[in-house]
Nanobody
Framework: QVQLVESGGGLVQPGGSLRLSCTAS????????MFWYRQPPGKERELVAS????????NVVDSVKGRFSISRDSVKNTVYLQMNGLKPEDTAVYYC?????WGKGTLVTVSS
């Protein structure tokens, strides 16, 4: 079983930055990839970013390209989502996912 714990969310003004962390109890899980998803209020959960366990093949979706980036620290069993240039439409609960396991999420609110 894999436990995923997200942190780093909060209230930020438009144009601001946050770095989300997802710490896994182990990196020894079946899937080769880890993912960040988000669920805006009243909307479906959507994919934001993915990265291979090795740290390779980082990818973000078009809507956040140029503003968000994903990385991982294998020593800390942690995957990061760096979010810059935040917009009100980035407001959502952000979730970490791998191998059928979800974290509980961390809320990001972008508002002035």
């Amino acid at each position: 079983q894999v436990q995923l714990v997200e942190s780093g969310g909060g209230l930020v003004q438009p144009g601001g930055s946050l770095r989300l962390s997802c710490t896994a109890s182990t990196f020894s899980f079946s899937s080769s990839f880890m993912f960040w998803y988000r669920q805006p209020p009243g909307k479906e959960r959507e994919l934001v970013a993915s990265i291979h366990k090795s740290g390779g093949q980082p990818n973000v979706v078009d809507s956040v390209k140029g503003r968000f980036s994903i990385s991982r620290d294998s020593v800390k069993n942690t995957v990061y989502l760096q979010m810059n240039g935040l917009k009100p439409e980035d407001t959502a609960v952000y979730y970490c996912y791998t191998s059928g396991y979800w974290g509980k999420g961390t809320l990001v609110t972008v508002s002035s």
